[in-house]
């Protein structure tokens, strides 16, 4: 079940816009705020079928995204390098990992993918 | 045009597998390939008017798919992040830029750059 939430997060983070506000709503409580079907239902005043409903076609839409456009999978890999660039960064001898130009570069890869 | 045709051409990189078929092939055959509306026309059997019509739809939701996600301006963002890396990387002292570690660095960042 976490792994799932992750999956979801990782993919409304990206692509979430695309989906309807209803959509956006009910993934933000259910898996972003952890509010259970019951929960959303009662605020929308709708069954917890039709949330139910509500929630997987915003999932499927998500899934669809990734598989024709494949972001979220370019930017894991886009990071795997980055963390590679880093491996060879703090492997430098240490009076070169003193020189502000491979500081800067660290600083800037962190920037890169702590976002 | 040109500066036009390079937009289209950036957008429909990332998201073109989100237009219909006939959107994706109207817009390849004229930014990509350089054809005419004429021309794509003959190839569809419909007016010239229509296919004006297919590609500025398509041309709209790129602009549109964009505005809600910004993903092109994003990438635009960490290619300008890992130009200053590299730039950083290249300023290192000549025996510096000897090291192994150094010149895998600057290998791994053209990959991310280069695609």
Redesign the interface.
Request: charged share 15%; net charge neutral; aromatic share 10%.
């Given at each position: 079940m976490l792994d799932k939430v992750l999956r979801i997060a990782e993919l409304y983070d990206?692509?979430g816009?695309?989906l309807t506000d209803k959509q956006q709503r009910c993934i933000e409580m259910h898996y972003l705020g952890d509010d259970s079907l019951a929960e959303i239902a009662e605020e929308f005043r709708v069954s917890r079928q039709a949330v139910h409903d509500i929630l997987r076609r915003g999932e499927q839409l998500l899934v669809e995204?990734e598989e024709?456009?494949g972001?979220v999978e370019r930017q894991r890999r886009?990071r795997e390098?980055?963390a590679?660039?880093r491996a060879?960064?703090e492997?430098?001898?240490a009076e070169?990992r003193r020189?502000p130009?491979?500081d800067?570069?660290l600083e800037?890869?962190r920037?890169?993918t702590d976002r």
């Open positions: 990206f692509y816009a695309l995204y024709k456009l972001l886009d390098t980055i590679k660039v060879c960064l492997a430098l001898p070169t020189l130009e491979t800067q570069a800037l890869l920037q890169l």
